[in-house]
């Protein structure tokens, strides 16, 4: 089992950047593929970046491509997600998930932190 903390959300104005973190406790963080998700007011949850277990495969939702960047530290078992150019639209609640495959839904997903707001004023 794991348990995910996420940090770094906060207030930006539209172009800027935010880093966010996921610090995972529990034995075997190595063993699984982590991912970040997001969920807006009134839609539902989308995912916005993957990363394999050995860090070495990354995945991106489109709306994100090119501009975020997904990243982990096995060593000190935490993912991070640089967030670049941001826009009014990347405004949401981001929360990280961990599962031992990779999977592309939500509900496939077996474990998650409690999540971080970030907004993004224009």
């Known amino acids: 089992q794991v348990q995910l903390v996420e940090s770094g959300g906060g207030l930006v104005q539209a172009g800027g950047s935010l880093r966010l973190s996921c610090a995972a406790s529990?034995?075997?963080?190595?063993?699984?593929?982590i991912a970040w998700f997001r969920q807006a007011p009134g839609k539902e949850r989308e995912r916005v970046a993957s990363i394999s277990r050995s860090g070495g495969t990354t995945d991106y939702a489109d709306s994100v491509k090119g501009r975020f960047v997904i990243s982990r530290d096995n060593a000190k078992n935490t993912v991070y997600l640089q967030m670049n150019s941001l826009k009014p639209e990347d405004t949401a609640v981001y929360y990280c998930?961990?599962?031992?495959?990779?999977?592309?839904?939500?509900?496939?997903?077996?474990?998650w932190g409690q999540g971080t707001q970030v907004t993004v004023s224009s």
């Open positions: 998930a961990a599962r031992t495959l990779f999977a592309a839904s939500a509900a496939s997903y077996d474990f």
């Open positions: 529990g034995r075997t963080f190595s063993s699984y593929v």
